[in-house]
């Protein structure tokens, strides 16, 4: 059975950091590129960042670059997302998809070359 399964949300404080997992079974990662979404309630999947199929190319929404990191581990099965410094509008519902993706392209197209999707991890930014 081809399954993502994200882990690693939960409670940040503003400035502080957290360290999101997308863990792969069934499949070999390092076939795909990795891509983070996030959702939050009445409002579009927002594209966060992207990995290509062996780390090659990574890309990040002007809304996190610099605060987030994207990296994989392949012999692990895993790619993560590092929160090094949470904002206000970070709090969502993180997702990792997997698929053949362009990391070079819109958002969107991204988000349709991604066939894999986990359920998601629940990232809350709070003092």
């Known amino acids: 059975q081809l399954q993502l399964v994200e882990s690693g949300g939960g409670l940040v404080q503003p400035g502080g950091s957290l360290r999101l997992s997308c863990a792969a079974s069934?499949?070999?990662?390092?076939?795909?590129?990795i891509g983070w979404f996030r959702q939050t309630p009445g409002k579009e999947r927002e594209g966060v960042s992207c990995i290509s199929n062996y780390g090659t190319i990574t890309n990040y929404a002007d809304s996190v670059k610099g605060r987030f990191t994207i990296s994989r581990d392949d012999a692990k099965n895993t790619v993560y997302l590092q929160i090094h410094s949470a904002q206000p509008e970070d709090p969502a519902v993180y997702l990792c998809?997997?698929?053949?993706?362009?990391?070079?392209?819109?958002?969107?197209?991204?988000?349709?070359?991604?066939?894999?999707w986990g359920q998601g991890t629940l990232v809350t930014v709070s003092s």
């Open positions: 998809g997997a698929g053949p993706a362009s990391c070079t392209t819109s958002w969107r197209h991204v988000e349709y070359g991604l066939e894999y």
């Open positions: 069934g499949f070999t990662l390092e076939d795909y590129t």
